[in-house]
């Protein structure tokens, strides 16, 4: 089992490092979705501090889009709009433990990652 458990591990690591920065965006996204996703469980199961470690993870995803955004293009600002956004709803839920503000806060990362697979989706094209 632990064999296993390594090998996963080895491919996972190696999946990141030749990651391009669009496909580690993409990743982020899903991971952020991915913990929110347990947090509803948790939430669910009335388990309370698992619910906010895997919130503050989603959290620590979003802050990282924002303090990375290039602000020398005028979308950035509607991007922090929108992170600042989802941010206040991940902190709501979190501390109300609120599963339907924490659905609406999944909502909106699934748009954002749904948007980001559409422009790597054209971005492909256009580069063929």
């Not at 902190?91 to 339907?100: F, L, Y």
């Amino acid at each position: 089992m632990a064999f296993n458990q390594n090998i996963a591990q080895e491919y996972n690591r190696n999946k990141i490092l030749t990651a391009s920065p669009a496909e580690l965006t993409l990743m982020l996204y899903e991971g952020a979705i991915k913990f929110c996703n347990i947090a509803l469980i948790a939430i669910e199961k009335q388990d309370y501090e698992k619910a906010n470690i895997n919130i503050k993870k989603a959290e620590n995803i979003i802050t990282e889009f924002k303090v990375t955004l290039n602000h020398k293009y005028p979308v950035a600002k509607d991007f922090e709009n929108v992170y600042n956004y989802i941010y206040s709803l991940l902190v709501d839920a979190n501390i109300k433990k609120d599963t339907e503000i924490l659905n609406r806060a999944l909502d909106e990362i699934r748009g954002m990652r749904d948007t980001w697979k559409e422009v790597m989706n054209r971005t492909r094209s256009m580069n063929k």
